[in-house]
């Protein structure tokens, strides 16, 4: 379950950064933005985990007992490309208007890294679909608040908050590879 957990938080972090990110750029009906990034992120961010949990599933037969190493290498990869990703531009900069568009293909570009991560659900103990339940509840909640921290200034967070979760990541992924 705590493994479940880490991941959740760990894969809302770059919907949190570019929460963040909107609740700068947007400073009125910051309640109706934060509740629409919630949903958008959340969504996505349950979805695309189960899709590649099933995407993993259907390939258990041909990669047998490389499961660990293939997980612990995509946990690897992932948590390196957001913590590479934290030192870039940020997206939300280049956006001039928060549509309904707009937020669904951020939350498509910020759960791409989560349909990967779900090739590991099966390497832990809790129910796929419980776990990206919970990742979607835990993404949801993590886009309101970055939103209204977006609104008080709080932008440094953003670069740091991706860090955190690509080193969470890694993390969870040495703890596959060693302990499973």
Known sequence: MIEVLLLAVALSMDAFAVSIGLGVKQKKDIKVLALKAGLFFGIFQAIMPLIGYLGGVGLKQYIGGYDVIIG?????????????????????????????????TLAIATSIDAMAAGFTLHLFSL?????????????FFFSILGVYLGTKGSEKLESKSEVMGGVILIMIGFKLLLFT
């Open 127 to 139: 129910n796929p679909i419980v776990s990206v339940i919970i990742i979607g509840i835990v993404t």
């Open 72 to 104: 612990f290498t995509l946990l690897l990869l992932i948590g390196a490309k957001m913590i590479y990703e934290s030192f870039g531009e940020n997206v939300e900069d280049e956006i001039l208007l928060i549509s309904n568009k707009v937020l669904f």
